[in-house]
Nanobody, 122 residues
Framework: QVQLVESGGGLVQTGGSLRLSCEAS????????MGWFRQAPGKDREFVGSISRGGGTTYYADSVKGRFTISRDNANNTVHLQMNSLKPEDTAVYYC???????????????WGQGTQVTVSS
């Protein structure tokens, strides 16, 4: 298990950008694949994207492909979600999560952060 803390959420206008960060505790960060999920009110938690242990492989949901980029800094135990060209439908609480393998299934993640709110105004 690992403790995760997200930051960087906020209010932004349509077309704007935000960069979310997720800091992990412990010395085993580079053994975990990391994922980002989001959950809007009244909706299920949705896969946004993931990144492999070494950062060489990323996957994205079709809804964010070309707009969002995931990166990680294993030396500093952090993973980032760069969000560009934001749309009102991107409004949600965003969570980072750690997994033993790259997957889009929330059930495959064993550790979750508390979430950070992203609101995109029209």
């Amino acid at each position: 298990q690992v403790q995760l803390v997200e930051s960087g959420g906020g209010l932004v206008q349509t077309g704007g950008s935000l960069r979310l960060s997720c800091e992990a505790s412990g010395r085993t960060f580079n053994t975990y694949a990391m994922g980002w999920f989001r959950q809007a009110p009244g909706k299920d938690r949705e896969f946004v994207g993931s990144i492999s242990r070494g950062g060489g492989t990323t996957y994205y949901a079709d809804s964010v492909k070309g707009r969002f980029t995931i990166s990680r800094d294993n030396a500093n135990n952090t993973v980032h979600l760069q969000m560009n060209s934001l749309k009102p439908e991107d409004t949600a609480v965003y969570y980072c999560a750690a997994s033993y393998g790259t997957t889009s299934n929330p059930g495959g993640y064993h550790s979750w952060g508390q979430g950070t709110q992203v609101t995109v105004s029209s």
